[in-house]
């Protein structure tokens, strides 16, 4: 998971939603780091870092973002630049890390689901998700990458216990929307005619 939709998330206190449709979840140190440094600047964020302090280990791991081969490789790939000129530019450094990570996962046979919002994060994840899917494709024994961001997770829980109706699932998106504008028009998105709302 990727910091933009953590903090939104958990500055809401909907971890349970998140956990409800996505299972336990795992983020790079950077990324945790960015929730609760965010928690700490800005008010708006306060409950995240309260919300945090309460999950689990088994809901919430927390990978060391130590260099292996493996991650360096990963890292050089996503950014273009290798791990120890990458890991001191902090813009950004969380999508890569959650991708890294991903990868690494992936390339190791397991298949991760990677919860990220930003435009250039998606793309990244999208490009490694393909070239894992070549690898397949010529036989390499390779896990996958599959992208899902917040709206995904909103249109999963929609008619269950967190969002059992339309007004709950348009007074969330304003909420979450208030914390992030990145998040489209609630019109823009297919959430308020989903077939559970039948």
Request: aromatic share 4%.
């Amino acid at each position: 998971m990727d910091a933009g939709p953590g903090i939104n998330f958990l500055s809401l206190n909907k971890e349970r939603l998140l956990f409800s449709v996505l299972g336990a979840l795992s983020v790079p140190e950077i990324v945790r780091d960015e929730i609760l440094r965010k928690a700490r600047q800005d008010q708006r964020f306060a409950a995240a870092e309260r919300v945090w302090k309460r999950l689990p280990p088994r809901l919430m791991e927390v990978l060391p973002d130590d260099v292996t081969d493996e991650l360096a490789a990963a890292v050089q790939r996503i950014s273009g630049i290798p791990f120890d000129q990458r890991i001191r530019t902090s813009k950004d450094l969380g999508e890569t890390m959650v991708i890294a990570h991903a990868v690494v996962a992936a390339e190791a046979g397991e298949h991760a689901i990677v919860l990220i919002d930003d435009g250039g994060g998606c793309r990244a994840a999208a490009f490694e998700a393909q070239r894992l899917q070549r690898l397949r494709n010529a036989s390499h024994s390779v896990g996958s990458i599959r992208l899902v961001s917040s709206i995904t997770v909103l249109e999963r829980a929609a008619g269950g216990e967190h969002l059992p109706d339309r007004d709950a699932m348009r007074t969330l998106y304003s909420r979450l929307r208030n914390l992030d504008d990145g998040l489209p028009p609630l019109s823009d998105t297919k959430l308020m005619s989903l077939p559970c709302w039948q």
